[in-house]
């Protein structure tokens, strides 16, 4: 997976008032999911020491037909929103995760 805006930030941390070693980020569902994904990404880059912190709200972290097995019994929204929820129920999920 290629994060390309995030990347040239991160490359060009210095030109734009930023640090490096002082990296942050925060996103909401499947900026969540980026957020964590860039910091693997550093993590994989042996940089660990320079993520400062991560706020993923809502992120998508995994598919329901992929939880392993030891958390399957904690892996409850999947049943407990399929109907009659606000606004994401599991129909939509089921679409969100066939496209």
């Given at each position: 997976m290629t994060f390309r805006a995030e990347e040239q930030a991160w490359h060009n941390a210095e030109k734009l008032g930023g640090d490096q070693s002082k990296y942050f980020s925060i996103g909401g569902s499947a900026g969540g999911g980026l957020a964590i994904g860039l910091a693997l990404k550093i993590i994989d880059a042996g940089a660990r020491s320079h993520i400062s912190g991560v706020v993923a709200?809502?992120?998508?972290?995994?598919?329901?037909?992929?939880?392993?097995?030891?958390?399957?019994?904690?892996?409850?929204?999947?049943?407990?929103?399929k109907v009659d929820v606000p606004v994401i129920d599991r129909a939509v999920m089921e679409t969100f995760y066939g496209k």
């Open positions: 709200m809502a992120p998508v972290t995994a598919h329901y037909k992929h939880v392993p097995a030891e958390y399957k019994t904690s892996f409850k929204a999947w049943e407990e929103n």
